[in-house]
């Protein structure tokens, strides 16, 4: 799925190594599940943080995310909305960062998801499932 192109992406890994770097698209809508994505620690330890990111020159972006997943957001929106998890900022340029969101639980368990979704014209929406 990564890549410039036209059309809807719906994604939904369930591994890190599932995940891609980046999801882009020229012109469609991106929807990347990671509502089911594995964040635990693995064994032995020493795992970093857990990294994508999500480009759409026009359309809207929405990302779905664990419950309890740590979550560092950055969001933005040249022509449209931003939304994480209840936080909006609305308008042309709309910016939204979010650091250290620990979840449902509030506590810090397993590997921190870093994401940053842009859209260019279109909605960022990114909420906990």
Do not use: C, H, M
């Not at 990564?2 to 890190?16: I, S």
């Not at 995310?65 to 998890?85: E, R």
């Not at 969101?101 to 906990?128: K, N």
């Amino acid at each position: 799925f990564t890549g410039e192109g036209f059309g809807d992406v719906k994604a939904a890994p369930t591994t890190v190594a599932q995940l891609q770097p980046d999801y882009r698209r020229t012109a469609g809508d991106v929807t990347l599940d990671l509502s089911g994505l594995d964040l635990s620690t693995p064994a032995g330890g020493g795992a970093s943080d857990v990294r994508t990111s999500v480009q759409v020159g026009a359309g809207d972006a929405t990302v779905l995310l664990p419950a309890q997943a740590d979550v560092t957001f950055t969001g933005a929106a040249g022509l449209g909305d931003v939304q994480f998890n209840g936080q909006d900022v609305s308008g042309p340029g709309a910016k939204l960062s979010v650091v250290d969101d620990l979840g449902s639980d509030g506590v810090r368990a397993g590997r921190l998801l870093v994401i940053d979704v842009q859209t260019g014209a279109g909605d960022v929406e990114v909420r906990r499932v």
